[in-house]
């Protein structure tokens, strides 16, 4: 059974950094597409950045992108979201998820395309 964990969540001033870890275990991580996403209280939950399973192509929203950056260490099984330049609207609970088709960026940058997700961790940007 798959498992995602994310941590690295917490507290920070605007303009501030912080980096998002996500491991993931019981599927063959290297074989596919993870997305980082997120959602505000009272907000639906949107897409953030994506990376392919070998990291040649990324993706990203418009409103994270230049600020923050999605990379991958498969050997480690794990994927990342470096934030930097943080401003109060992006306060969410983020959340990594996996693709459910191996060798797939079919509409990654849609929820509905991740087949499991971790519990999320809480990023809050006081101004």
């Known amino acids: 059974q798959v498992q995602l964990v994310e941590s690295g969540g917490g507290l920070v001033q605007a303009g501030g950094s912080l980096r998002l870890s996500c491991a993931v275990s019981?599927?063959?991580?290297?074989?596919?597409?993870m997305g980082w996403f997120r959602q505000a209280p009272g907000k639906e939950r949107e897409f953030v950045a994506a990376i392919i399973w070998d990291a040649g192509s990324t993706s990203y929203a418009d409103y994270v992108e230049g600020r923050f950056t999605i990379s991958r260490d498969n050997a480690k099984n794990t994927v990342y979201l470096q934030m930097n330049s943080l401003k109060p609207e992006d306060t969410a609970v983020y959340y990594c998820a996996i693709h459910r088709i191996q060798y797939s960026r079919l509409a990654m940058t849609s929820a509905t395309n991740y087949g499991a997700w971790g519990q999320g961790t809480q990023v809050i940007v006081s101004s």
């Open positions: 019981g599927r063959t991580f290297s074989s596919y597409t």
